[in-house]
């Protein structure tokens, strides 16, 4: 059954009884897992992240936390670290929009915005590169609920000093100055394939096992 000679000593760990049978029962045991359960832990996107504080109006350091968020069917979730306890999750219904922010807002370069009814989450990635792949999949993400109805104006600076500081406006709900760029819309009419969404269970399934997998040395 080998191909190369170098094999041997491979096949003669993974071949013995014990070690088949565990990896049977591993098999087993994937193939158990129901759909709901997959599904609701399956995220679409997971890292780290720097989220503005909310109900802060004044800009300062202590303003900005380094989160774990997870975007998964749930919505968004954030946590002090992963694995941690939840501390909030956004419902994927509330997510009505996302957009880039203006790097002289806060003075700080990657930032996205999260729209909600009621409130905007502002959060910074670590690089252009990431700020792309959270911007594509929340995009994604609001597409899911709101394909007709998704918000199609945004401030892309924020309100500070009382007044907004890409349009000079003193009315904090003011509708947005500017569309939603024709990026985020090509993003978010980008819907998700199938194969992307199996690999993602399958990704999470091996990741939430690592520990299994190692017993099985």
């Known amino acids: 059954m080998r191909k190369e000679d170098f094999m041997v ?22 193939a158990t897992v129901g759909k709901d359960e997959v599904h609701l832990t399956t ?7 720097v989220k503005r504080a909310l ?21 968004l979730s954030y946590s002090k670290a992963r694995g941690d306890v939840i501390i909030n999750v956004i419902p994927l ?15 700080m370069k990657f930032m996205l915005q999260l ?10 990635a670590k690089n252009s590169v990431d700020q792309l792949e ?25 309100f500070t000093c009382s007044q907004w500081s890409c349009c000079g406006s003193h009315i904090v ?8 760029s024709l990026a985020i819309k090509l993003l978010a009419g980008t819907k998700r394939t199938s194969v992307e969404r199996e690999l993602n269970k399958i990704y999470r399934i091996l990741l939430d096992s690592q520990e299994r ?3 099985l040395k």
């Open 9 to 30: 000593p491979v096949l003669t760990e993974l071949m013995d009884p014990q070690h088949m049978k565990s990896v049977k029962n591993y098999l087993d045991d994937l």
């Open 43 to 49: 995220p679409y996107r997971e890292g780290y992240l």
């Open 55 to 75: 109900a802060r109006k004044k800009i300062s350091v202590k303003n900005f936390k380094r989160r774990y968020f997870v975007l998964s069917d749930a919505g």
């Open 93 to 107: 219904e509330d997510m009505l929009a996302v957009e880039r922010v203006d790097e002289t807002a806060f003075n």
């Open 115 to 124: 729209i909600q009814p009621e409130r905007v989450l502002y959060l910074q």
């Open 134 to 158: 959270w911007l594509s999949a929340l995009a994604k993400a609001c597409y899911v609920h709101h394909s007709d109805t998704m918000v199609s104006s945004v401030h892309r600076g924020s």
């Open 173 to 180: 709900e003011q509708p947005g100055c500017q569309p939603v």
């Open 213 to 215: 997998l190692i017993k």
